[in-house]
C-alpha cells in the first residue's frame, strides 16, 4: 500500500496474492527477511539493551531510557544490515512488473550481483538514511512508548515502581507501545519510494528523503503519507510484543537459567 498508493486495504491483498497466490506474501523472505530478523536480535536488541541500560544508570526515567534504547539500536540496525536488505525485499515486490510484461525476472541473488555490479554499496543500500530515520523512530517509540505503558500499568495495578510486570501485563505494554508507534508511516512511505524499482517519468532523479516527501506530497497529498498505517500497525503490535515484552521475559528466563545477571537489565 505504501508502493501502490491508490490501493485499498482488499485491493493491496488482491494484488499480491495475484503475484503469486499465498507465496506472493513471502517474497523477499529469503534471503532478505531472514537477516533483517536475525539482526534484530544480533543487533538491535543488543546495542537498544546496552544504550537503555547507560541511558537509565545515568538517571535517566523508564520512558527516555527506553527511547534512548530504542533509537541507537534502530540506526545500528540500519546501518549494518537494514539497507540493503528493506532495498532488496522492495525489489522483489517492485519488479514483478517484468514479469507482466512478459519478461523472465532474475532471481533474488542475481539481481543483487547486477545492482551491486552497477552502483556498487550505494546502490544496494539505497534509501538507506530513510531506513534509518524509520528505525530511529520505530524503535525509538516502540521501546519508549511500551516503558511509559509499563509504567501506566503499574499505576493502574497500584504496583512501586519498577516492581515486575507479569507476563501478560508486560504483553499488554508492549501492544500499546507498537501500535502507537505507527505514527511515522510517512517515514516508512518515504523509504518505500526511495527504493521502488517501478519506472515513474514524473518522479525526481537521485532521490533524498526530502525530494521524495516532495514528491509523494504532490502526487497523494497527506494521505498518501499515510497508506498502509492499518496493516502497520499490527505489524508494529506484533513486533514490539516479540522485541520488548518477550525479549524482557527472555532475559528474565536467562538469569534463572545461568543465575547471571543480565547487565544490561531493563
Given at each position: 500500500?505504501?508502493?501502490?498508493?491508490?490501493?485499498?486495504?482488499?485491493?493491496?491483498?488482491?494484488?499480491?496474492?495475484?503475484?503469486?497466490?499465498v507465496?506472493?506474501?513471502y517474497?523477499?523472505?529469503?534471503?532478505?527477511?531472514?537477516?533483517?530478523?536475525?539482526?534484530?536480535?544480533?543487533?538491535?536488541?543488543f546495542?537498544?539493551?546496552?544504550?537503555?541500560?547507560?541511558?537509565?544508570?545515568?538517571?535517566?526515567?523508564?520512558?527516555?531510557?527506553?527511547?534512548?534504547?530504542?533509537?541507537?539500536?534502530?540506526?545500528?540496525?540500519?546501518?549494518?544490515?537494514?539497507?540493503?536488505?528493506?532495498?532488496?525485499?522492495?525489489?522483489?515486490?517492485?519488479?514483478?512488473?517484468?514479469?507482466?510484461?512478459?519478461?523472465?525476472?532474475?532471481?533474488?541473488?542475481?539481481?543483487?550481483?547486477?545492482?551491486?555490479?552497477?552502483?556498487?554499496?550505494?546502490g544496494?543500500?539505497?534509501?538507506?538514511?530513510?531506513?534509518?530515520?524509520?528505525?530511529?523512530?520505530?524503535?525509538?517509540?516502540?521501546?519508549?512508548?511500551?516503558r511509559?505503558a509499563?509504567?501506566?500499568?503499574?499505576?493502574?495495578?497500584?504496583?512501586e515502581?519498577?516492581?515486575?510486570?507479569?507476563?501478560?501485563?508486560?504483553?499488554?505494554?508492549?501492544?500499546?507501545?507498537?501500535?502507537?508507534?505507527?505514527?511515522?508511516?510517512?517515514?516508512?512511505?518515504?523509504?518505500?519510494?526511495?527504493?521502488?524499482?517501478?519506472?515513474?517519468?514524473?518522479?525526481?532523479?537521485?532521490?533524498?528523503?526530502?525530494?521524495?516527501?516532495?514528491?509523494?506530497y504532490s502526487?497523494?497529498?497527506?494521505?498518501?503519507?499515510?497508506?498502509?498505517?492499518?496493516?502497520?500497525?499490527?505489524?508494529?503490535?506484533?513486533?514490539?510484543?516479540?522485541?520488548?515484552?518477550?525479549?524482557?521475559?527472555?532475559?528474565e528466563?536467562?538469569?534463572?537459567?545461568?543465575?547471571?545477571?543480565?547487565?544490561?537489565?531493563?
Amino acid at each position: 500500500m505504501a508502493a501502490n498508493r491508490k490501493d485499498s486495504f482488499a485491493g493491496a491483498l488482491r494484488r499480491v496474492w495475484g503475484r503469486g497466490g499465498v507465496l506472493g506474501y513471502y517474497q523477499g523472505l529469503i534471503p532478505w527477511a531472514w537477516i533483517e530478523a536475525s539482526t534484530k536480535g544480533a543487533v538491535l536488541l543488543f546495542v537498544a539493551s546496552e544504550a537503555e541500560y547507560y541511558a537509565k544508570s545515568a538517571g535517566a526515567s523508564d520512558f527516555i531510557g527506553g527511547i534512548s534504547g530504542g533509537i541507537a539500536g534502530g540506526v545500528a540496525q540500519a546501518y549494518a544490515t537494514m539497507g540493503f536488505c528493506t532495498c532488496m525485499k522492495t525489489v522483489e515486490i517492485t519488479r514483478h512488473k517484468q514479469a507482466a510484461a512478459g519478461i523472465k525476472p532474475p532471481g533474488s541473488i542475481a539481481t543483487f550481483m547486477d545492482i551491486y555490479r552497477r552502483e556498487g554499496i550505494r546502490g544496494i543500500n539505497r534509501g538507506v538514511n530513510a531506513v534509518a530515520i524509520r528505525q530511529m523512530t520505530n524503535w525509538g517509540s516502540r521501546f519508549g512508548l511500551s516503558r511509559l505503558a509499563e509504567q501506566s500499568i503499574r499505576n493502574l495495578t497500584g504496583k512501586e515502581e519498577g516492581q515486575k510486570l507479569s507476563a501478560m501485563e508486560k504483553i499488554l505494554a508492549s501492544g500499546i507501545g507498537g501500535g502507537l508507534s505507527a505514527w511515522n508511516q510517512p517515514i516508512e512511505v518515504i523509504r518505500v519510494e526511495m527504493q521502488s524499482k517501478t519506472e515513474d517519468p514524473n518522479r525526481p532523479k537521485n532521490l533524498t528523503v526530502g525530494k521524495t516527501l516532495k514528491y509523494v506530497y504532490s502526487q497523494a497529498g497527506l494521505k498518501g503519507l499515510y497508506r498502509g498505517v492499518t496493516p502497520r500497525i499490527g505489524l508494529g503490535v506484533w513486533q514490539t510484543i516479540c522485541m520488548v515484552g518477550l525479549g524482557d521475559i527472555a532475559k528474565e528466563a536467562v538469569e534463572k537459567l545461568t543465575g547471571d545477571k543480565v547487565t544490561a537489565k531493563h
